[in-house]
């Protein structure tokens, strides 16, 4: 073979080698997403926790979807030890005088603790076959969500 056609050649396989390392290291790279701040953490977390309770209160609704319904709680109650742990970024403890802070902590965490057990115990109920006894713990979940938005949400 002439020299200049394994040149080329060379050339060829050089130029392919280091585009295809420049592919792989751009996709890599673009695959990793950058921490999210704790407000961005906490925003995401309820997010997917509403957005699993609109899937989850469809589900409930037919009948033979409790283990959908089961593995849908599941799903949402990382979400809610996630919201637990930003509690820092709630925006009524944020504001709130450092002398208050420690209760309004306290109570978030208790409140949100609260939420998990009642998520845990749907999902219990509902993986036993007993889906009235699901909703019910989902009714309290709700009915503590809602008071819970009022009282630490923005205004």
């Not at 394994?6 to 050089?14: E, Y």
Request: some cysteine; aromatic content about 4%.
């Amino acid at each position: 073979m002439p020299v200049n056609i394994m040149r080329r050649r060379l050339g060829l396989i050089a130029f392919t080698i280091c585009l295809t390392i420049s592919m792989w290291s751009a996709a890599s790279f673009a695959a990793e997403k950058p921490e999210a701040h704790g407000d961005e953490k906490l925003e995401h977390a309820m997010e997917e926790m509403q957005t699993l309770i609109r899937a989850l209160g469809k589900s409930m609704r037919e009948e033979g979807k409790e283990q959908q319904s089961a593995d849908l709680i599941q799903q949402m109650i990382p979400h809610a030890i996630i919201a637990k742990s930003e509690y820092m970024h709630v925006h009524a403890i944020e504001d709130a005088s450092p002398a208050e802070q420690p209760k309004l902590i306290n109570d978030y965490r208790i409140k949100l603790n609260d939420a998990i057990i009642g998520l845990a115990q749907a999902e219990n109920a509902l993986l036993a076959g007993n889906k009235k006894q699901a909703a019910q713990y989902l009714t309290d979940v709700k009915t503590a969500q809602r008071a819970g938005h009022k009282a630490y949400k923005e205004d």
